[in-house]
């Protein structure tokens, strides 16, 4: 009975779509951290985490254990997150809205670029820490690989502790004033620069950990994250720019429902139908499903 559940095609299928919706909800993570920490849409998200992912997880090439080079993709996310902030985004803050939306989409096509410059267009593909070979029920493949368990459990965790950061410490609390009432934080001695740039170096890292997970199933390339930043770009605006949660629930949802479009209707709908979620979602409620706040900048 057991056997026949775990390879059962739904089943398999909600397993596959929650392994890549994990993706996108990481992806969606950063920018949600980015908004509330600074109320900017980041949309060079991808390439910065790639390029980070470059950075660390070719030292793989040179006989560094997988997770050093995962770690090096981490430390250096939050450095050049952070960097950008403030040499970038900082100056930008109190200019038109949609000067830091130009800089970023300008940041994109230079961080591709430069990418294929140094690294060139041809995959890397580091070695993975686990097997992508599925489990087997009695002799039958399902759903779930250890590399893909091990996917699903690294976005839990990260998403467990942005969410415990921002909902249950003094610091996430700061966070979120700075963002909302600068000038109020500023009155109550709360450091809001030092605290933006910080929001910013945590999506940097949240970044380099989907682009290292990303890079042990498809390689890395300086492309691999553009169609992910999309789906997280959607994940973020269903569940809420304001919400962790709202972004880890669509993105796993979203990951869901098209590997089912995918697998029982026809695989060139399931880009529309996430699309055409989204435009329902924002008729229906334009904050995001998990947002608490009735209207937001963008």
């Not at 095609?9 to 993570?29: C, H, M």
């Not at 390689?219 to 992910?228: C, E, K, N, R, S």
């Amino acid at each position: 009975m057991i056997a026949n559940i775990l390879t059962n095609r739904l089943v398999n299928d909600i397993a596959g779509g929650a392994t890549q919706g994990v993706v996108f909800s990481l992806v969606a993570l950063c920018l949600v951290l980015i908004w509330r920490a600074t109320r900017v849409l980041n949309f060079a998200q991808g390439p910065m985490a790639m390029f980070v992912t470059y950075i660390g997880m070719t030292q793989m090439e040179h006989n560094l254990n997988f997770w050093v080079a995962a770690a090096i993709s981490v430390i250096v996310g939050f450095v050049f997150s952070a960097l950008t902030e403030i040499v970038i985004v900082k100056p930008l803050y109190h200019t038109a809205e949609i000067n830091p939306i130009v800089v970023m989409v300008g940041l994109f096509t230079l961080l591709e670029a430069l990418a294929a410059a140094i690294w060139t267009n041809v995959p890397r593909y580091p070695t993975a820490p686990f097997s992508s070979i599925n489990f087997q029920s009695d002799g039958n493949p399902t759903g779930l690989s250890p590399l893909a368990s091990f996917q699903i459990v690294a976005a839990l965790l990260v998403m467990t502790f942005v969410a415990g950061l921002f909902n249950y410490t003094s610091l996430g609390l700061k966070l979120r004033a700075s963002a909302l009432s600068p000038e109020v934080s500023k009155l109550l001695g709360i450091r809001v620069d030092r605290l933006l740039t910080l929001g910013w170096g945590i999506a940097g890292a949240v970044g380099a950990v989907a682009g290292v997970v990303v890079s042990v199933n498809t390689g890395i390339t300086p492309g691999m994250l553009d169609a992910l930043f999309v789906f997280g770009f959607i994940a973020a605006a269903i569940g809420g720019l304001d919400s962790p949660l709202g972004a880890l629930v669509a993105g796993i949802g979203i990951g869901i429902m098209m590997q089912l479009v995918d697998d029982f209707w026809n695989s060139n709908y399931a880009d529309i139908v996430a699309v055409v979620l989204l435009i329902v979602v924002l008729m229906i409620r334009p904050q995001g499903m998990f947002s608490k706040n009735s209207a937001r900048r963008v």
